[in-house]
Structure formats: structure tokens, C-alpha cells
């Protein structure tokens, strides 16, 4: 069997994993970064394909188009979720226009069709050429085709987000084997590591917030046997949230009004308050510069913050996980003296805040020793690894975690399967009819916690005829869930009042056909021709743009190490590097390149001194502590 | 003692026969998964020669954990399509043997059920005090948390009737295998204490059933 590859989808950032030599490994590029942003840049002169990753930023700054990101948000939502998102956040793409009548169909974003028009891209699509990514990496790195993946959702995904995942999968290619709850898979890598070391069974929290989602699940963890006790989550609640308070208040002090924000714009205050952010993990005052459009002209910006300003900010935001710790602590019958320790995942839980609340609400310290951007996908290939041969002792006991039932009368929903129920698992119950002669029954499917079916996720409606003509209740149809180890739910009716049966099976879906995913299948991928010039060109600016970013980093910790003069030829040769990667002269661009590599050698040696000498202290410190 | 009649099971590989009623895992002659039949108790796949009602809830935990290990699909990725949906029916079966049997309340709700016990409708007495129960409730939270509490009073009391009425059924033969006015009585008691765990749950005061919703 061909080698399997575990993929963490993000919201932000997506990475793949595989097993080498009996241990998980990131892939990374060739500047050592493992995560890949879940961006994509359809551009108005691109007649087929896309720019992925941090390929898809620089195409954005180079040419017109539309770029993709945050767009795990929406898969398998309903246009109004978008719609919401549109009127009280960020807008960072618009969204294409549907009928009336259509309203709650799938989201779709507008993007350039490469002909001058628009075309519509659902963000499956998007998901899909992100998966693509990871598999070239993956393939180009192992130097093998790659067709068989785990890819992890949030625990807390419903079925329709869930279906959209794999068929985002499907569309890039892949076979998916599995679809791992992120928790779940972080878990696995985790606790197999520790295993290792001849320790890490008992309880465990994993407290994992990502960028777009949040969710904490409560694990056993017994010699390569992971049982999730209960899971809890929340899918509209990650460290994107923390982001645009800051890019708001960004935006209004150069003038332009947040909630007119063109996407460009928004895209580059949403860049600046990242930095701000990330930066606001070590220090407890930051001065981020960047560029903002405004009108017809770029104009230098700067976001001031401390640490507490950006603490009251995003408290309300971090607040918000509380309701699902209690729950899941609560439905798996422990309270937090119970547990060996809390996991922290996800690459928002490195800022400040979040720890002091999962200290707080554990009453404990957390444990900050799993990489928290790269265990979900170490997990993923652990388990890919398992499905595709390998003979390891690893057994995830996953539990569903939404409700799933019918509606009856009066709108009520009758629940067939209980949230945090072990997975896979099916139920029937059997409803009769309620008038004489009834030749038809209809059936609503409904996915959550709510008592009302209107308050629920609507998964499926199907009616089910051919029913013997009988007196009222004396007909009687059984309807069966089976939900399967992916957490995807298949629905089957059956009438049985006269040994006769007729059945109907339902796959809930979120309003994409087998034949539309098809047609994406044969659209998107098959006629992508990229042209190597301008892929080398894109390139190489984003290693530019690298080399900025680390500049500017530099300049704002250690800025000190340089004197005027030094300082002075930096800044000239970081204006020539802006202006040389908004054109689209590639040897103009390596000039520059090498231009600022210059400039910097002496900042750059004497912060690696500095650095050196810190370490150096700290050893003779450690050495003298008894 | 007697055991629960046999149901016959093949092998999708090989077609060796085998007694389902006892919820074999492997084929006896090729070692293949075998399929689950739909009529095995809960009670075989957990471990349990016969249904009782009172168990040990870690043995059973243990039990479940015990043979998810031995029949999850994930163990079977290099084997044949036919024998990985064995296994995912097996693991799918234990679940729902699992969610079955947890909880006192649904123990007692399969056996009564098993039996052909009809269920119990309620008396016009048990209406007219719930109704009143719901009554005093509408008043202020102070009224609605005395509500909360003699609900859950009398539910604590429903349940150790319950116990008493099934408890000595698991020592006696084919107890459960027709009805019976113990069984009966059970079934009463079963409607009694769903419509005061509803009560609970609808004032607030917490699930008493885990699968309250269920069914
Ligand atoms: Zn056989």
C-alpha cells in the first residue's frame, strides 16, 4: 500500500505530516516552515488554476483578483453565515450573487474567471486547492504519488461541514481514509510521544483553538488506546476574531470607514493586526509599520499597542470558550481535579491570554509542550499510517458531537443519537402515521442540541410514499441513523405495517450534487497550465517579502545593534525591495534581494551574538542553581 | 442454567456456521470477522451470558473497551472488503449495546421491552399529580427548585423500587424471556420515572436519563 499523509486543514494554516522511520514529520518548504496559509488568489489574468499559500499573498499585492482566506468559515454554511460575517467583520471577499429563491444554498465567493468576467467558487473549491498544495508537497517531497489522506475537521464540525471536507478532498485528488477530529489527532501525537517516554495515560483536556474554531475535548489516553470522553466546541470561534478589532481600529485612523473597507484593504490591516498580535506574545508594547491602500495612494500606517490594550480587546472573544469546557467537562462526568493534565493546541493558545484562562478555568497550569501548530497533523499521519498498513498499536474511540434526530410534531425534535455517543453507531425508532389513509410520511433530519427543529442544522428532508393505505397509526415506518466512523450520518426509512417494505436512504448534504462536484473535479484541476515564469516571479517575492518581515522584526527588537548609517542603508535597501517586488522583473527582484541581504549582514551577525551570549548566560546560571 | 437460543450465523468468507446468539468476533474455520446478527443481546456483546439488571459498570466498561480493540475497523485496513464491514457492524453493534445498557434506566427499559412487556400508559392519579407538580411550579425560582427537588426525591425513590422489583429477577431462569407481573410492574414504574426525568430536564434541573431524548 502506498504511503498515507495526514493533513490539518486549517482556517489560517494548513500543514501534512507523514510517518518516517516510525515517527511523524511536518513537510516543510525549503525555508523550513511547515505551515502553508490557507489562502488562495484567483487573479484576473490567470485563465486557469490559482496561487496557494503565501504565493497567494504575494499575488495579491502583484496584480488584481480576489483572495481567499478564513474560508474553512463557511464550508458547508449557508449563504446567511456569510452574509453575517460580511456585515459585522471582516470583508475580505464578496460573495456571489444567488437567486432569491436560493438563499440558504451553499456559499459562494466571486472570483475572476480569467476571461474578464467572474465566475463562482464555493469554498470547497477553495479547501481543494489548499489539499492540492499539501499533496505536491507531499508528493515532491517523498518523491511518490500520494493519493490516501487523513484530514482532521474540528471536533465540533456538523455532518454538512464534514461532507464538505471530504469532498474538498475528492476534488484535490485524494482518497480520504479518515476524517479525524482535530483534538483527537493532537491527542494521539501527543500522548504516543509521551508513551514513549513511558509516560502520558490518564485524563486529558485538549484545549485547542485554532484560527478560525474552537474545541475542547476530554480524552483517555491507555497504552495506544485515545477514548474521547466527550467533546464540546464552538465552529465560529478562533484567533481570526482577535484580529479584527485591531485591523477596525487600524482602518478608521487612516480614514476608512471598517464596514466600507474595500478587500484589499482589508486584507492588509488584517495583516498588520496579525503581526501586532504575534508580536504581543513576547513584548508588552509593539509600534507595527505597514502599508494601507487608501484611494489611489499606498499610505504608511503604524498600530500602537500594549499588551493590555490588546487584552481588553479580545477578552469578550477568549470569554467565549468557557461555555464549552463546562460542558464537555460536565458531559463526561468530571470536574477538573479529575484530569492528568491540559493540552493546549492551536496556534492561538500561544497568546498570553488564552493560557492565563485555561490556567484559570483547569485550575492548573496547562502543559505547553506539544507544538501547537504542528501535533494535529503528526496525529493525522499517525493515524493515516494506520489506515494504510502500518501495524502500530493505535485505536481512536471518537464520539459524535451533536445530537442527531427527526422533528415531530409541533416542530419538536426527537433525538435518535445523543451527543457524545461512541462512534460509529446507528439507532431506529418507529413512527406511525397520523391519519387514516396516509400514503406518504415526511421526515426532517436535524443535527444539534435545541429542542426545536427550527433552532437545529438541517441535514436532509425526504419523503417517503408507497405507504399502505391503513387507519391512522396503524402504519408503521422505522427509521434507522447509521453513523459512521467519520461522523457522516446515512438515514434509512422503511415501512413495515404490512411485511412489505419500501425504503429511502438519505446522504444529508449541503447543497452540492455528486454531479456538481464532478463537474468542479473536471474543471478546476485538469486544465490548470501555470506559467513557470510568473510562478518563479511569485516566488521570489515572497522570499522578499520573508526577508522584510524578518527586518522589520529585527529592527523593532534589536534596532539598537545598528548605528545611523547602518540603519539609514537598511531603509534604503528595504524601499528598493518594495518597490522591485511590485514589478515583475524577476532578476530586478534578485537584486534587490541580494541588495538588502547586504545591508542587513551587520544586524544580523551582531543579533546572533547577542543571542549567543543570552544562551550563554543562562547555561552559567543553571550551572551555579543547585 | 439456560442459555438464549441460538441464531445462526454464516461467515461472509468461508460460510463456516456459527451461534450468534453468543456474539462471536472470529470465524472458527478461517479467522475472518464475522458478521453481527441483528438479534444478539446487548448483554452477549458485552460480555454477559444472559441479560440481568444489575451489573457491574466498570466490568462493563471494561468489557466494551476489551472488544472495541479486538473488533474496530481500523484493524482491519489491509484485510478484504467484506470482512472491514463486518468489522464496522461489530463495532457499530457494541456501541449500541453500549448506549443500551449504561444506565439503569435503559437496562430495565430493554429487558421489559425484550420480554413483550407493552409500555406502561399513565394512570389518570399520576397525571393529575404532575400536573399539579408543574403548577407549583410556576411561581417564583424559590417554588421552582422545590419542584426540582421532591421531582428528583421521588425519582430516587421510583428507581430503588425498580431495583427491588428487577434485581432478584437475575437470579431466576429465563426471568426475562416472558412477561410477568414483576415486569409489569416495571414498566410502570419506567413510564413513571421518563415523565419526572422530563419534568427535571424541562425546569432546569439537570438530565436524570442520559438518553432522556432518545426514543
Ligand atoms: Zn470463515
Same mark, same amino acid.
Given at each position: 500500500m502506498a504511503r498515507g499523509i495526514g493533513i490539518d486543514l486549517g482556517t489560517t494554516y494548513s500543514l501534512v505530516a507523514v510517518v518516517r522511520d516510525g515517527k511523524p514529520e511536518v513537510l516543510r518548504d525549503e525555508h523550513g516552515e511547515g505551515r502553508v496559509p490557507s489562502a488562495v488568489f484567483f487573479g484576473e489574468d490567470m485563465a486557469a488554476g490559482a496561487l496557494v499559500g503565501f504565493e497567494a499573498f504575494a499575488g495579491e499585492r502583484a496584480k488584481p483578483g480576489a483572495l481567499l482566506t478564513s474560508t474553512k468559515r463557511f464550508? +458547508? =454554511? +449557508? =449563504?446567511s453565515v456569510a452574509q453575517a460575517v460580511l456585515d459585522h467583520g471582516a470583508r475580505t471577499f464578496r460573495l456571489w450573487p444567488a437567486p432569491a429563491v436560493d438563499a440558504e444554498r451553499l456559499v459562494q465567493f466571486a472570483v475572476p474567471d480569467g476571461e474578464g468576467g467572474e465566475r463562482p467558487c464555493t469554498p470547497v473549491e477553495a479547501a481543494a486547492y489548499v489539499l492540492k498544495a499539501l499533496k505536491d508537497r507531499a508528493e515532491a517531497e517523498l518523491g511518490e504519488e500520494v493519493s490516501d489522506a487523513v484530514i482532521t475537521v474540528p471536533a465540533y464540525f456538523d455532518d454538512a461541514q464534514r461532507q464538505a471536507t471530504r469532498d474538498a478532498g475528492r476534488l484535490a485528488g485524494l482518497r480520504v481514509l479518515r476524517l479525524v477530529a482535530e483534538p483527537t489527532a493532537a491527542a494521539v501525537a501527543y500522548g504516543l510521544d509521551k508513551e514513549a517516554e513511558g509516560r502520558g495515560q490518564g485524563t486529558y483536556a485538549v484545549f485547542d483553538l485554532g484560527g478560525g474554531t474552537f474545541d475542547v475535548s476530554v480524552l483517555e489516553f491507555d497504552r495506544g488506546l485515545f477514548r474521547v470522553r466527550a467533546t464540546a466546541g464552538d465552529t465560529a470561534l478562533g484567533g481570526d476574531d482577535f484580529d479584527w478589532p485591531l485591523a477596525e481600529r487600524l482602518l478608521g485612523a487612516a480614514g476608512v470607514d471598517p464596514a466600507a473597507a474595500l478587500p484589499h484593504q482589508t486584507h492588509q490591516a488584517l495583516a498588520i493586526a496579525r503581526r501586532a498580535k504575534e508580536a504581543l506574545t513576547d513584548l508588552d508594547h509593539v509600534d507595527v509599520e505597514g502599508v494601507l491602500a487608501v484611494g489611489d495612494e499606498e499610505r504608511a500606517v503604524q498600530l500602537s499597542l500594549s499588551r493590555a490594550e490588546l487584552e481588553r480587546l479580545i477578552l469578550p472573544v477568549v470569554n467565549r470558550c468557557a461555555g464549552p469546557c463546562e460542558r464537555a467537562l460536565v458531559d463526561a462526568g468530571l470536574t477538573p481535579n479529575d484530569l492528568d493534565g491540559v493540552i493546549l493546541v492551536g496556534g492561538s493558545t500561544r497568546v498570553p491570554l488564552v493560557r492565563a484562562f485555561a490556567r484559570e478555568f483547569f485550575g492548573r497550569e496547562p502543559l505547553c509542550d506539544a507544538h501547537p501548530d504542528e501535533v494535529v497533523a503528526a496525529g493525522a499521519s499517525l493515524q493515516a499510517e494506520l489506515l494504510t498498513g502500518g501495524d502500530r498499536d493505535l485505536l481512536l474511540l471518537d464520539v459524535t458531537p451533536l445530537s442527531l434526530g427527526v422533528e415531530t410534531m409541533g416542530g419538536v425534535v426527537d433525538k435518535l443519537i445523543a451527543r457524545n455517543s461512541p462512534t460509529p453507531c446507528s439507532a431506529t425508532h418507529t413512527f406511525t402515521t397520523y391519519a387514516d389513509h396516509q400514503s406518504a410520511m415526511d421526515f426532517h433530519v436535524v443535527q444539534g442540541e435545541r429542542e426545536k427543529a427550527e433552532h437545529c442544522k438541517s441535514l436532509a428532508r425526504f419523503t417517503l410514499r408507497g405507504i399502505p393505505l391503513l387507519g391512522a397509526g396503524l402504519a408503521r415506518v422505522a427509521v434507522t441513523f447509521q453513523l459512521d466512523a467519520d461522523g457522516l450520518l446515512t438515514v434509512t426509512a422503511k415501512e413495515q405495517a404490512t411485511g412489505t417494505t419500501t425504503s429511502v436512504e438519505v446522504k444529508p448534504s449541503y447543497g452540492l450534487t455528486d454531479a456538481e462536484v464532478e463537474g468542479m473535479l473536471m474543471a478546476s484541476f485538469d486544465h490548470a497550465q501555470d506559467d513557470i515564469e510568473e510562478r518563479l516571479l511569485i516566488e521570489k517575492r515572497v522570499e522578499v517579502e520573508r526577508v522584510l518581515a524578518a527586518t522589520d522584526k529585527a529592527l523593532l527588537e534589536d534596532g539598537g545593534l545598528v548605528d545611523a548609517a547602518e540603519r539609514a542603508a537598511i531603509e534604503r535597501a528595504v524601499a528598493a525591495a518594495r518597490g522591485a517586488i511590485a514589478g515583475t522583473d524577476r532578476s530586478a527582484v534578485q537584486a534587490a534581494l541580494d541588495a538588502l541581504d547586504a545591508a542587513t549582514q551587520p544586524l544580523a551577525h551582531r543579533r546572533m551574538s547577542k543571542r549567543i551570549g543570552e544562551a550563554l548566560e543562562h547555561k552559567r546560571i543553571d550551572e551555579v542553581t543547585p | 442454567m439456560s442459555r438464549p437460543a441460538s441464531l445462526p450465523l454464516a461467515c461472509r468468507v468461508c460460510g463456516a456456521d456459527h451461534d450468534g446468539s453468543t456474539a462471536p468476533i472470529a470465524c472458527v474455520a478461517c479467522g475472518a470477522v464475522l458478521p453481527v446478527h441483528p438479534q444478539v443481546s446487548p448483554f452477549a456483546l458485552l460480555g454477559l451470558a444472559r441479560p440481568r439488571f444489575h451489573v457491574d459498570d466498570s466490568a462493563l466498561d471494561r468489557a466494551w473497551l476489551e472488544r472495541s480493540r479486538r473488533v474496530h475497523p481500523d484493524r482491519f485496513a489491509r484485510k478484504s472488503d467484506a470482512e472491514r464491514r463486518c468489522a464496522a457492524e461489530q463495532v457499530a453493534a457494541l456501541n449500541d449495546a453500549k448506549r443500551a445498557l449504561s444506565v439503569p434506566y435503559d437496562r430495565a427499559l430493554w429487558l421489559v421491552q425484550r420480554a413483550g412487556v407493552p409500555l406502561a400508559t399513565l394512570g389518570p392519579a399520576w397525571l393529575t399529580e404532575l400536573m399539579e407538580l408543574r403548577e407549583r411550579a410556576e411561581g417564583d425560582d424559590a417554588d421552582k427548585q422545590r419542584v426540582i427537588d421532591e421531582a428528583r426525591a421521588r425519582f430516587a425513590e421510583r428507581l430503588a423500587t425498580l431495583d427491588a422489583v428487577l434485581g432478584?429477577? /437475575?437470579?431466576? /431462569? /429465563?426471568?426475562?424471556a416472558t412477561p410477568s407481573a414483576a415486569l409489569r410492574r416495571a414498566a410502570a414504574l419506567l413510564a413513571e420515572l421518563k415523565t419526572l426525568a422530563r419534568l427535571v430536564d424541562d425546569l432546569g434541573g439537570g438530565k436524570l436519563i442520559a438518553t432522556l431524548d432518545e426514543r
Open positions: 464550508m +458547508g =454554511r +449557508g =449563504r | 432478584p429477577l /437475575d437470579d431466576i /431462569d /429465563d426471568a426475562y
